[in-house]
């Protein structure tokens, strides 16, 4: 009878903390830790790509101009109509090659887990571009730094002081104000339930509304009229005067307030709390054990909210190596795991975003501030598996590969008895290809 042994730390490393191993690597068990932990660096980004300060400011050229045209026979070029959508395809392409080919896949999990808890959906032509310009030029850098780092950069990002409509939110004593600009909540709720001390975190109405003050004249530049492109503060947007929140009192003036106040809800208890719960969930188990979520807020409290220090707490801690498999792959987790294991020689990058839409996880599509779910229980419908088993058929049968080797690398000797005479047994290589993505052991990590 054939062995089948769960505990096998290479296959747990690859599945549970990243996307899984690529056709013909062989991680010794034994290594599985350091390799993982080798693996904690920051994303690399295509240098190629342009700056959200770039982008913003073509994209602002270019409604210049088709106001301008407005009325003429002429129509604006073609290429500057499609810019928004070929840049969104070319951060899409480098990232769909990167979790496919890397050798480390870690950092991208992590990324796309922080994109997700600081979700903002594409939903304009701007926000086409300023999407995965939040991960590349406001996630990526602070990844493995700060908490308090990340909250700062993310928050003066145009992407989320646009999408949660900051950027014309003046306090109604400021001189804009009183112009009669009004002031918006919306960032400023999603601070406090979504990004820092959760829904159950002890804030009330009035600590958003003291927020939202805080926060007002945090704003985003117009290239056109002003130059620049980015975060601007627009103190003559700034409601005056000293901001309570959650019993503490905030002096600083400007937009040095916010800033303290962002500061304070990075350091928060709850924060650390809500965090590493949202963590352990998103890698290890929809149920995280006390005692793991214990381990990773004292190396947030030892560390000053260090995310690579609470990494490595998750990474040495005994409950991230128990051998059952109690997540269910997200459709994004499915679809590249698949794609790592069969190393289709080229990837079509829109055919792939659809494909993704379909099984109902399309980049930067999300359609709330609170991003995708994370548990099984909103992946297993009905209808979203056999969504799957479409897309594992056409994708075996695209991509021709021994699904024994496949086996092997995937699973090595954690796929049980049954797994492995299905797939050894299947009429065709396509068949036993796609036996194998659908398998149990495949579809959880």
Not at 379 to 385: I, M, R, S
């Amino acid at each position: 009878m054939r062995t089948y042994d769960q505990t096998n730390m290479a296959i747990i490393a690859a599945n549970r903390f990243g996307y899984g191993l690529r056709a013909g690597d062989d991680l010794a068990p034994e290594q599985a830790k350091i390799w993982l932990k080798q693996g904690l660096m920051a994303p690399m980004f295509d240098k190629q790509l342009p700056s959200t300060t770039n982008m913003m400011a073509t994209i602002a050229k270019n409604r210049m101009e088709k106001r301008r045209l407005k009325d003429d026979a002429q129509q604006l070029d073609s290429d500057k109509k499609r810019y928004p959508r070929q840049q969104h395809l070319a951060f899409l392409e480098h990232q769909f090659n990167s979790l496919i080919h890397a050798e480390h896949t870690i950092q991208w999990r992590l990324l796309a887990f922080f994109a997700n808890h600081f979700s903002v959906t594409a939903q304009n032509d701007l926000m086409w571009v300023l999407a995965p310009a939040l991960e590349r030029d406001a996630i990526a850098p602070n990844l493995l730094g700060t908490f308090e780092a990340l909250l700062l950069a993310v928050i003066k990002h145009p992407a989320m002081l646009i999408y949660l409509n900051n950027e014309r939110s003046f306090g109604p004593n400021s001189k804009l104000g009183r112009r009669g600009k009004g002031m918006n909540e919306n960032l400023a709720r999603e601070i406090l339930e979504l990004h820092t001390l959760g829904v159950d975190g002890g804030y009330s109405q009035t600590d958003v509304i003291e927020l939202a003050k805080a926060i007002t004249g945090w704003s985003v530049a117009n290239p056109v009229k002003e130059n620049s492109a980015g975060f601007r503060f627009r103190d003559k947007g700034h409601e005056p005067g000293q901001r309570q929140l959650l019993g503490a009192t905030y002096r600083q003036t400007g937009q040095s307030q916010g800033e303290a106040m962002l500061t304070t809800l990075a350091r928060h208890p709850a924060t650390r709390h809500h965090l590493c719960v949202k963590l352990a969930r998103h890698f290890i188990a929809d149920e995280p054990s006390e005692i793991l979520v214990r381990e990773m807020e004292e190396a947030w409290l030892q560390s000053g909210g260090a995310i690579k220090q609470v990494m490595l707490a998750l990474i040495d801690s005994a409950e991230s190596w128990k051998p059952a498999r109690q997540k269910f792959k997200t459709p994004h987790e499915f679809v590249f795991s698949s794609l790592r294991l069969l190393q289709p020689p080229t990837i079509a990058t829109k055919r792939l975003a659809s494909a993704l839409k379909q099984l109902g996880q399309q980049p930067h599509k999300a359609g709330s501030p609170a991003g995708y779910p994370d548990t099984e229980a909103d992946w297993l419908g009905a209808k979203a598996l056999m969504t799957r088993i479409d897309w594992a058929t056409l994708a075996a049968g695209r991509y021709r590969r021994n699904a024994d080797e496949l086996m092997q690398t995937a699973l090595a000797d954690s796929a049980s008895e049954r797994t492995y005479n299905k797939v050894i047994r299947a009429e065709s290589r396509a068949q036993a290809t796609t036996l194998l993505l659908l398998s149990p052991e495949f579809q959880r990590r």
